[in-house]
């Protein structure tokens, strides 16, 4: 199973980037998808998930009222629309697949996971 993610990069603070994750429709179908981040030195923390209907969605407090996550699943893809960036943001972000269909905000209720991309928020 491949998740594959991307749209990270080098921001200033303050800027935006959408992330995104795709991968196959028999992974991606009923099942819950989230994203996660993991800065150097520092463990690997729930940022957002959504649910497979995409009604119900559950986000990080450092996050909230700053990112949005979304998904089209006639395109099986996933989103991470990121505004108003801070530094603290920076971190090698992984999209993952739940084995439920609910947003979990617990790494351990995630099946799959994708290689991860860059985000780089400069101050």
């Known amino acids: 199973v491949q998740l594959q993610a991307s749209g990270g990069g080098l921001v200033q603070a303050g800027g935006s980037l959408r992330l995104s994750c795709t991968t196959s429709r028999r992974t991606f179908s009923n099942n819950a998808v989230g994203w996660f981040r993991q800065a150097p030195g520092k463990e690997r923390e729930f940022v957002a998930a959504i649910s497979w209907r995409g009604d119900d969605t559950s986000y990080a407090d450092s996050v909230k009222g700053r990112f949005a996550i979304s998904r089209d699943n006639a395109k099986n893809m996933v989103y991470l629309q990121m505004n108003t960036l801070k530094p603290e943001d920076t971190g090698l972000y992984y999209c993952?697949?739940?084995?439920?269909?609910?947003?979990?905000?617990?790494?351990?209720?995630?099946?799959?996971w994708g290689q991860g991309t860059q985000v780089t928020v400069s101050s």
């Open positions: 993952a697949v739940a084995a439920k269909s609910y947003p979990s905000t617990t790494y351990r209720d995630y099946r799959y």
